[in-house]
């Protein structure tokens, strides 16, 4: 029913040639500058465009500051979650509204730098139906952070059924049919990069260098960024199921070798240190860690399932601007 949300909701308006999208969560201190350079990129493309800020239940002022924008720029669009769903959520839901011919997710921190955008549109005129910005480097960003997410995105590209690019987020160009296939996806996991990649349309990279945040802090702290890390790869992939069968296998050979070992040390010295307590003591820890290890990989499927299955709603809206309120109506009732 994920795919009549989307198809009741995403209208397109055949004026707007691009919809930028951008979710929001408590960034007070980077939406005024965001919307400066917004604009101009804006002015010089001089096409008809809109922005839609995704407030994903902000705390603090940012809602406020969107609405004060909308007053003074019709382009300037917004919904506003009822609480905080998360980044991948807010895409999603941006999506679900754009009305462009194309739509172009990037952060509101500034650092996918909106001047990119001109390229990605032209690349889109070349054919391309999906743009994704690359990068090629990270400023101020820690070590940590970048080796976490260096060594994640290449144990992905291994693990995934489907190809998806290596150091890339969120940032791009996609267009109408793309959205529309993603709209008409209606899992609840939803890892957005992967999910585009999946679609299999026609599309290229284009390389930035990635700036530092703007202001304020990451709203991606550690735990997120792990879960994040956990979504992509279960969603796309069942080699960490797979996993647990080669853990038993590997576990009952040394088990094979070890009665063999047993035996013989009998057989040889009846006093070998080798088959008293300690011996029995560091085996059921270890098959004991292999079992919950292997519980625990069983359980981010079923949970997964779990979600799938309770079909509730994507998020929840609390106020739109600038979008009919019948929307608002639709993405709110249950059987959507
Ligand atoms: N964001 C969001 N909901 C969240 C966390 C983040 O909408 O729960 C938004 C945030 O406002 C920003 C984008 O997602 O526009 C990326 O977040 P952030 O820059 O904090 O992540 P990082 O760049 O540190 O990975
Ligand atoms: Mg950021």
Known sequence: MGAKIANMISSQDPNLIYSLVIPIYNEEDTITQLYDRLSKVMSQLALESEIILVDDGSSDRSLNM?????????????????????????????LNFVQGQVAIVMDADLQDPPELVPDMLKLWHEGFKIVYAQRIGRKDESCFKRLSVYLFYRILRRLADVDIPIDTGD??????????????????????????????????????????????ESKYPFAKLVSLAIDGIVSFSRVPLRLATYLGLITAIFAIV??????????????SQFIGFAMITVSVFFLGAVQLICIGILGEYIGRIYEEVKRRPIYTLKEIGGLSNKILQDANTHNL
């Not at 969107?66 to 941006?94: C, M, W």
């Not at 109408?176 to 299999?200: C, D, F, H, K």
Request: hydrophobic share 40%; with cysteine; glycine share 8%.
């Open 171 to 216: 940032f791009c160009l996609m267009d109408r049919q793309v959205i529309e296939a993603l709209n008409a996806m209606p899992e609840r996991n939803r890892y957005v990069r992967g999910l585009r990649a999946w679609t299999g349309f026609k599309q290229t990279a284009i390389s930035y260098e990635r700036d530092g945040r703007l202001a304020g």
């Open 258 to 271: 070890m009665i063999g070992l047993v035996i013989y040390w009998r057989l040889t010295d009846p006093n």
């Open 66 to 94: 969107i609405q004060e924008l909308r007053n003074k720029d019709p382009r300037v669009r917004y919904i506003s979650f009822a609480r905080n769903f998360g980044h991948q959520i807010a895409v999603t839901a941006g």
